[in-house]
């Protein structure tokens, strides 16, 4: 398969990263990007960054013609750039998306392991809380949040994912139409939760495999405590959601001959 073509067993693969005032790391992570695996394609999504970063990818794309631009009127949160992003993979025909930050977190020379698992898969999430898996250079304060977060998502939610919560993966195209992605509510880092959860509950084959998180080196993280309670309290929401659902289906059903109810 040549470039043109796509990704050998994969097809035409866009890699959308996400970008608000990432000026110190665009230039270098898009290129990372390209040496690495050289027949995807790059769009990154700016939501208008006041530090010129949506003007520094113009000229990157004006370089090369691998990597487009969308420009976004403003900051919106990470789930509707990657809305942006996908609805703009389809209107393009491309087979699949790779989720990817733009400060340079989520190695781009580890791209090839989740591509070649969607070969058989139809999504792949990069996981750092598998044997194989690792975090570099955060405090144990976030390591615990985030090792804590992720153990309270699966017994929320019932999935069995050990990282549920992180932004390295691949979708398939039809994927993201049959989940229907344009009516997930999240915008911030529970959008990756809520489509995690999607994908499992219609029972699509979700595989994770282990990556390495580099915390950033330039720039300033978006993580916040608002954002953490906005995907507690959204987890929270689901699961009960969830359990009520099971509830009452299995009010519905009739005993089986022989059988008492309740």
């Given amino acids: 398969m040549t470039e043109a073509e796509g990704y050998p067993g994969v097809g035409r ?56 631009v969308l420009h976004r009127a403003g900051k919106e949160g990470l789930g509707a750039a990657y809305k942006a992003g996908f609805a703009w993979a389809k209107n393009k025909g491309y087979d699949a998306v790779v989720e990817m930050d733009a400060d340079g977190s989520h190695a781009p020379e580890e791209l090839t392991l989740l591509l070649d698992q969607l070969r058989d898969h139809d999504a792949v999430l990069g996981t750092r809380y598998i044997a194989g898996g690792s975090v570099h250079n955060w405090p144990m304060r976030r390591l615990l949040l985030s090792r804590g977060g992720n153990i309270y998502i699966r017994m929320a939610l019932g999935m069995p994912f050990k990282d549920a919560t992180g932004g390295y993966r691949a979708y398939r195209m039809p994927v993201l ?39 950033r080196e330039h720039g300033v993280s978006k993580m916040s405590g608002n954002i953490f309670k906005e995907q507690l309290l959204r987890v929270t929401t689901w699961g009960l959601q969830a359990r009520k659902e099971t509830l009452l289906s299995m009010v519905g059903r009739r005993p089986r001959q022989g059988s008492t109810w309740p």
Avoid: C
């Fill in 13 to 68: 693969v866009l890699v959308v990263i996400p970008t608000y005032n990432e000026a110190d790391n665009i230039r270098s992570i898009t290129d990372r990007v390209r040496r690495a695996v050289p027949s995807v394609d790059i769009l990154v999504t700016d939501d208008n960054s006041p530090d010129g970063t949506g003007t520094i990818a113009d000229e990157i794309a004006v370089a090369d013609d691998h990597i487009f």
């Fill in 177 to 215: 139409e049959a989940i229907n992605v344009d009516t997930v509510a999240s915008t911030g880092y529970s959008f990756q939760v809520e489509l995690a959860w999607r994908a499992h509950r219609q029972g699509f084959r979700v595989t994770e495999v282990p990556i390495t998180f580099t915390e």
